[in-house]
């Protein structure tokens, strides 16, 4: 081999060896999910993330869990008093416009996702259920600041042909909440786009993420 390029190979050798140690934990194909979880150390928090990532514990229960007025609600659902409020404040100012949102689903426990979980596991297969549902003790809903909602069509899965989507869309960080899945964004948030699934992080924080087209992850790594 001449001695070129027996050099010119050591070059290239030596660059991809130091392209893979600068680059190595980068996941060029999004986020790594489910992998160097942490465990939740401020789930008071009303920026609290938990995703796929980050994991609450397995008895945690928020200490002010309260009951959504019936009239902005399917059945029996709580959310934790802030959010509780804002929510129902939201949903009023929405009737008075002739909108209807109503919470389909808001507080979950462990195990309620764990079942939930399961049966899209076993109905859908593993890659189906991790897109479209967390893992116990991965779900935000376990935070008492999470709310699925349903509009005028009372099809939560429809919620985007709806004029109440169209609204919400515009007006829900004015009472603290982000749309906690927006589309496009996948690869950071680890879930399917989810135009039901709003979350409370307060008015302040809402707005910014709101103004910048962020993600919760985005918010909290750029603050």
Not at 64 to 71: S, T, V
Not at 176 to 203: A, N, S
């Amino acid at each position: 081999m001449r001695v070129e390029t027996f050099k010119k190979c050591v070059y290239i050798v030596l660059f991809l060896l130091i392209a893979l140690f600068f680059t190595k934990d980068i996941d060029f194909f999004g986020e790594k999910f489910y992998k160097n979880i942490k465990e939740v150390t401020n789930p008071e928090s009303l920026v609290v993330l938990v995703n796929k990532n980050n994991r609450l514990k397995e008895d945690y229960v928020p200490l002010n869990l309260e009951k959504i007025d019936l009239a902005f609600a399917t059945e029996e659902k709580y959310l934790r008093k802030e959010a509780r409020e804002k929510f129902e404040q939201l949903s009023q100012d929405a009737k008075n416009l002739n909108y209807k949102i109503i919470a389909t689903s808001a507080y979950r426990g462990y195990e309620y996702q764990e079942k939930l979980h399961h049966y899209y596991k076993e109905t859908k297969g593993v890659e189906y259920a991790d897109l479209c549902s967390a893992r116990p003790g991965h779900s935000e809903h376990q935070t008492g600041l999470s709310v699925d909602v349903t509009g005028s069509n009372q099809d939560y899965n429809l919620f985007e042909e709806t004029p109440e989507f169209v609204w919400m869309q515009k007006h829900a960080h004015e009472y603290g909440f982000i749309l906690r899945y927006p589309q496009g964004k996948e690869k950071i948030t680890g879930f399917k786009y989810e135009p039901w699934h709003y979350r409370y992080v307060g008015e302040e924080v809402a707005k910014i993420i709101y103004e910048n087209n962020w993600t919760l992850e985005e918010y909290l790594k750029n603050r």
